[in-house]
């Protein structure tokens, strides 16, 4: 069961984004919101575009997962970034930058206790069970382009994902238009500090903050790989590239790109 909160008020996110985001639109009903600013993004949509749904029934997740949110009941956006001036080795700090983006709305706007699991997972309550996921795609490959999707559990989790769990859930109630303008405004001002810095994640303290919020680190974790392999060890840290450094039972230590964690043994 799941409680449907209000309409999101697109006006009320217009006027209180005025000035941050070029452009921003609300949809009834779309398949994929990463899709179609991918479509827009080749068509020439501008810089700091923003998409969102209330129903989203074909949404993609990371690894190829689906992620369907039920009408009215969570937080599904796209973002356009045209990164101008960031070399493209420093954009896989993006999705980890919208990760942490949403965890400062969450602890903003409510008093759950919230973390990211690498790279981009917000987990909340004492469970530590699954609130959003974030995938990124490059959009052009030629001019600097990336989309960021965002899918947040707001008053109920998606129905294929029996170990998630939701704001309402773990005992917030949340307004969705409150909730989706802090993580606007907070995404834009990282974003932005980011870029000015033309991605260095150490001199724009993006790792330093994004180490404080990630409840992996010093955990003991299995990282199943892309192909079917797994890694077992310690998450020692993120380097400045944003991968997890893997500290194995050999003392090997191994720079992970892009992997599945699952926390074997929490931190502390």
């Not at 919208?98 to 909340?124: E, I």
């Not at 469970?127 to 996921?133: F, L, M, P, Q, V």
């Not at 994640?201 to 955990?219: F, H, V, W």
Request: proline letters at 6%; hydrophobic letters at 45%.
């Amino acid at each position: 069961m799941h409680r449907t909160v209000e309409p999101l008020d697109a006006q009320a996110l217009r006027t209180a984004l005025t000035g941050r985001w070029a452009q921003v639109d609300v949809v009834e009903r779309t398949g994929s919101t990463n899709a179609d600013l991918l479509a827009a993004a080749a068509d020439g949509a501008p810089d700091r575009t923003v998409l969102v749904a209330e129903h989203q029934h074909a949404g993609r997740g990371r690894l190829a997962r689906t992620w369907v949110a039920p009408p009215g009941t969570g937080i599904t956006v796209s973002v356009l970034f045209r990164p101008t001036g960031v070399p493209p080795a420093r954009f896989a700090w993006l999705p980890l930058l919208a990760g942490l983006s949403l965890l400062d709305s969450v602890r903003l706007v409510c008093d759950v206790p919230a973390g990211l699991k690498w790279p981009n997972d917000l987990l909340l309550g004492p469970g530590r069970r699954k609130a959003a996921g974030i995938l990124a795609e490059v959009a052009d490959a030629v001019r600097p382009a990336v989309v960021v999707g965002i899918g947040l559990n707001v008053a109920a989790s998606p129905p294929d994902q029996p170990g998630a769990t939701s704001l309402a859930a773990e005992g917030a109630a949340v307004d969705r238009t409150r909730m989706l303008t802090t993580l606007l405004e907070r995404l834009a001002e990282r974003e932005e500090q980011w870029r000015d810095g033309r991605g260095d994640a150490e001199s724009t303290r993006l790792r330093a903050d994004y180490r404080a919020g990630c409840i992996t680190l010093g955990a003991e974790v299995k990282v199943e790989l892309p192909g079917g392999a797994a890694l077992h060890g310690i998450a020692e840290d993120v380097d400045a590239d944003g991968r997890l450094l893997l500290l194995d039972g050999a003392g090997h230590r191994r720079a992970v790109a892009a992997g599945d964690v699952v926390h074997l043994r929490p931190s502390g």
